[in-house]
Nanobody, 114 residues
């Protein structure tokens, strides 16, 4: 079972920044495509950003130009740098790893509010 441990969430004012991290000890990290999703209560989980096993990123229109996804192989860590945060970015964020099977982190809360 692959374990993904997320960190870095919290409360931030509109216009501020946060960086989420997702770490694993499993070497499957190197050959996996990964992603960040987010979900609000009573809503479907929404894809935020993806990155291929070799580092090619892609973003949803709602975060393009504000968020940056990176895959640090040396640390086996996926990150999501979130800048210019807006109240509508408030959600629980989930790390996702796909390699034949699919694995999820436990979720981490991000609240954007003044």
């Amino acid at each position: 079972q692959v374990q993904l441990v997320e960190s870095g969430g919290g409360l931030v004012q509109p216009g501020g920044s946060l960086k989420l991290s997702c770490a694993t000890s499993d070497d499957i990290f190197f050959a996996s495509n990964m992603a960040w999703y987010r979900q609000a209560p009573a809503k479907q989980r929404e894809l935020v950003a993806t990155i291929t096993y070799d580092g090619q990123p892609n973003y949803s229109d709602s975060v393009k130009g504000r968020f940056t996804i990176e895959k640090a192989n040396a640390k086996k860590t996926l990150s999501l740098q979130m800048d210019d945060l807006k109240p509508e970015d408030t959600d629980v964020y989930y790390c996702n790893l796909k390699r034949i099977l699919e694995y999820w982190g436990q979720g981490i809360r991000v609240t954007v509010s003044s």
